[in-house]
């Protein structure tokens, strides 16, 4: 789960950490904040403790231990679904009902990075590692050991909200590590991280259900948490301001002087919850990339409940075998990575050069462009191959081009925001995102089985590519008029249109 929610505690932990002033937006108008730059700085461009002087294998190690605490995170929303049919059974209520423990845990993995990705920033990344990972897993084995489904959705929705941090810190480690804007590489196994864990989650559940039972679905992530705790243990800070505090200090050297608390806490409101409500209403940029982002990521979960609705009435999957169908997501994935490196070095970095680090934004959005067209083929593949009379390895294969697609629709979302926003404002287009992205993925899976019931996964499945379709322009209006788009932002877009694309 992400950039975004670490940007926004990034930018309002930049100034809790300083002292001069500037003005940032909100709600359309200017409003004087205390801010400033911290005093403390590296020794020089080859200081030793900058972790981007770091050797190649400390960073990498500092940027998949991370990686692979979100995987796991987002592992454990997905793992859960194949459980529901024994939980509703066991505990004597609806599938709904059953499924709210899916959505509430994703509920909870949006609201814990709201505190969590500004506290990873004045006390640093690995005690925030540390201190939620236990806690996360103290709740996962609750909801392991529940007696009644009361105990179950409360323990899941608190793992989500203390597993949340992992995803918006782990994307401050690799902020902290890497040039995001240069480094596709980092950029692509911070999504590896973010959507492998929802397509692995089905295949590991599904066999653990089917032969060991739903708790199962729970113990292994309580196995695979409690064997992350020592490589985090090992693993060093990497955020700057931190280490360059902790610097000072042993040498006796003066800290910069702490803000008045008020308007700390006035701009943190403004970033993370104020500001990205009035964008989701009146910015047209972040309504657009939020609206299309949100929904490819809202089908996905949409996908853990028709997956096992399909493969199970149409071919006769058990629990295990359908949870293995969800290996075509999960390279469709990997694939989209692949495909973003490529278009990468293709488009961007040659652009990059030529403007001497200046380019059109409008060029962020040609992973979307490709996206647009992949999105909507999977899912029209999937809705008119999955049927009794096709073999089944074709509506497995359908998953790889709408997984692609959800990735380079994603990134491009993300890296065109990082483009066209300065960093407080660009903070609260990506809570807007977030918010909406959530919002979605939440409500998705609780009304699939009802409509894929009433329409059939043929028009069911039609109905997310139709609306696949309606959105696919999006890139496009971007790439054509985003010049005249940004001009119209009301939230301080960059306006110049004379740049490399």
């Known amino acids: 789960m992400q950039l975004q929610q670490h940007k926004v505690g990034k930018v309002a932990t930049d100034f809790l950490q300083s002292g001069s002033t500037s003005t940032t937006e909100r709600f359309g108008e200017d409003v004087e904040v205390a801010s400033a730059s911290s005093s403390l700085d590296w020794d020089g461009p080859d200081d030793p403790e900058n972790p981007f002087n770091w050797s190649l294998a400390k960073r990498w190690y500092g940027t998949i231990v991370p990686g692979l605490l979100c995987l796991l995170v987002t592992l454990t929303g997905s793992v859960y679904v194949p459980g529901v049919y024994e939980i509703s059974y066991q505990f004597n209520v609806s599938l709904t009902v059953a499924l709210l423990g899916l959505s509430l845990y994703v509920c909870g993995l949006g609201l814990g990075p709201m505190l969590s990705a500004p506290l990873s920033e004045v006390f640093g990344r690995r005690i925030v ?19 009644n489904i009361q105990t179950l959705l409360i323990c899941r929705t608190f793992a989500g909200i203390f597993g949340g941090p992992a995803l918006a810190v782990s994307a401050g ?11 596709g590489l980092a950029v692509s196994v911070q999504a590896i991280a973010t959507f492998m864990g929802p397509a692995l989650g089905p295949i590991v559940g599904g066999f653990l259900a089917e032969k060991k039972g739903w708790r199962w679905t729970l113990y292994i992530v309580l196995i695979f948490g ?31 002087p702490k803000p008045d608390p008020k308007t700390a806490l006035k701009l943190i409101f403004t970033i993370t ?28 979960f949409g996908f853990f409940e028709a997956f096992p609705f399909t493969f199970s009435r149409e071919y006769g999957f058990d629990l295990g075998k359908t949870g293995g169908c969800f290996a075509g997501i999960g390279f469709g994935l990997l694939l989209g990575c692949v495909l973003y490196l490529i278009q990468d ?3 961007f970095a040659p652009a990059y050069k030529r403007g001497n680090g200046v380019v059109q934004p409008e060029i962020r959005m ?18 008119w191959t999955a049927k009794k009379d096709i073999h089944w390895i074709s509506a497995v294969l359908a998953g790889i081009p709408f997984s692609a697609g959800l990735v380079l629709v994603f990134l491009s979302a993300i890296m065109y925001i990082l483009e066209v926003y300065p960093p407080l404002v660009a ?28 329409l059939g996964v043929g028009w069911a499945t039609s109905t997310f590519g139709l609306i696949s379709v309606a959105l696919m322009p999006i890139p496009w209006v971007f790439m054509r008029w985003g010049p005249r ?8 877009a960059i306006k110049d249109s004379n740049l490399q694309l």
Do not use: C
Request: hydrophobic share 60%; glycine share 4%; aromatic share 16%.
């Open 129 to 147: 590692y540390l201190v939620n990972l236990p806690i996360f897993l103290l709740f996962i084995l609750g909801a392991a050991q529940a007696k």
């Open 345 to 347: 070095k293709i488009f």
């Open 485 to 492: 788009i940004r001009a119209a932002s009301k939230f301080d």
């Open 226 to 256: 409690a064997a992350m705790i020592a490589p985090l243990y090992f693993m060093q800070e990497t955020y700057k301001q931190v280490i360059l505090k902790r610097r000072a200090l042993a040498r006796g050297q003066p800290l910069p």
């Open 173 to 183: 480690s690799f902020v902290d590590l890497w040039e995001l804007k240069t480094s």
């Open 273 to 300: 919850l104020a500001r990205p409500t009035v964008m989701l209403i009146k910015e047209p940029i972040v309504q657009a990339v939020s609206l299309y982002s949100s929904f490819a990521f809202a089908v996905l």
């Open 366 to 383: 040609i992973p979307a462009m490709i996206g647009s067209f992949l999105m909507p083929i999977g899912m029209f593949w999937f809705a």
């Open 427 to 454: 903070a609260s287009a990506f809570a807007s995102l977030g918010l909406l992205r959530y919002v979605l993925a939440m409500a998705f899976p609780l009304f699939t089985v009802q409509m894929y019931e009433r």
